[in-house]
């Protein structure tokens, strides 16, 4: 599996993802899921994937194709705003499963794929998009600045009692990585290096941009401290005395 | 959907469970997921369920008739142990496979069951078991004390940082409901009232049974002092500061 999460916040977007694929339990492997696109000055996007490793990686290829291409056609150098490069986007995960998707059927495969995509371009505000295996896709909003993909469950809790669009960079890579941690430790299917991608809004570049071990400082800290910070805080909860309360049935 | 996790510890057995069934999200009800089945002294049990509410519910009606019976049948009174216990009823499990399952594939639904039982049989340690659709199980040890089902992966991380054998009655029962709070915030198939029910070793009946809604105290308590905790262990931890650690690639 895999677990990427991404936050767009009044003063710009933050990216995290694992590294880890696996088939079954015995093939593990180490895959990067964030791709960079930047030109800075000009545009500046993240696409994070997870699903199946060999669509995410055509919906790449064929996206870095079309950047190169020298003749007119659409690719995420051409699209005027961050919603056509999340239709552009769909369209060549369409394109994949025109392609594949009979293929698959034949052995049992699901066409399993999410992406994110944010990032900025021009004078628009950064903007982030969930696209799903079908080419359709959902944007981030005030109410709902984040979006995860992969194994989301075990570090949703965390982001959904801190985040909201006032979060700084800086506690946004925080959540980040303590929602990474979380995951890390309840599922074998996610694991380090991660890749941290910061963009500032208007900056029009990637202005932060980390690949995390486990022997980083930071993370080696968080993943310490927090679970002491848990332990502390669990332990500082007082026990419930149900006999005093005649709550009992 | 339906969230439900019990401990085994050195001091005894703490089971919880939520009380919302739903198919799909406008079908919304409220159905107890735990049944306890006690002869004072001589044996406790608790079962928990979740799945489908049908499979379910006939698999606790067939129990009962079981217990009812005066033909001599095998049931759960006259299980010897914990393991013959559940054994009986996986194997109710599987009677219930036989009837149903082929109505089910025929519209398309799957045949989808998870049960926990816990419980005390006279002499033996208090066991724990974690029963699948296909009437097999597992049981619970001091390595693994715990069991879920349902959303689980909400809840797990705490768990995971906290629980072990040696964790107290009332820390188990506090731990549970953090972790069904974390679940209930994520997860809008997941909701109050809940049961809780804690069994202390030895003591061969259910010592503690409650029903919890959001009025209570304890948990409104738990709701708002755990978010709170999280918060300030949050904002305990330093944000990163990358640009001084040279740590951009």
Known sequence: MTYCVSMNLDAGLVFLSDSRTNAGVDHINTFRKMSIFERP??????????GNLAITQQVVS????AMLAQDGRESLWSAPNMFEAARHVGEILREVYRRDSEAFRNFGIDFAAALILGGQIGQE??????????????EATPDTPYFQIGESKYGKPIIDRVVNRHTSLDEAAK???????????????????????IIRTDELKVSTRLSIDSSNAYFQMIRSR????????????????????????
Do not use: C
């Open 125 to 138: 505000q950064p903007r982030l998009f969930h696209i799903y295996a079908a080419g359709n896709f959902i």
């Open 226 to 249: 927090w679970s002491a910070s848990l332990r502390d805080a669990f332990d500082a909860l007082p026990n419930p005395d149900w006999q005093d309360k005649g709550e009992i049935l």
């Open 62 to 65: 064929v996206l870095k194709e």
């Open 41 to 50: 000055g000009e545009r500046v996007m993240v696409l994070m994937s997870s």
């Open 175 to 197: 959540l980040a990585l303590i929602s990474m941690d979380s995951t890390i430790r309840s599922n074998l299917s996610v694991g380090v290096p991660l890749d941290l991608a």
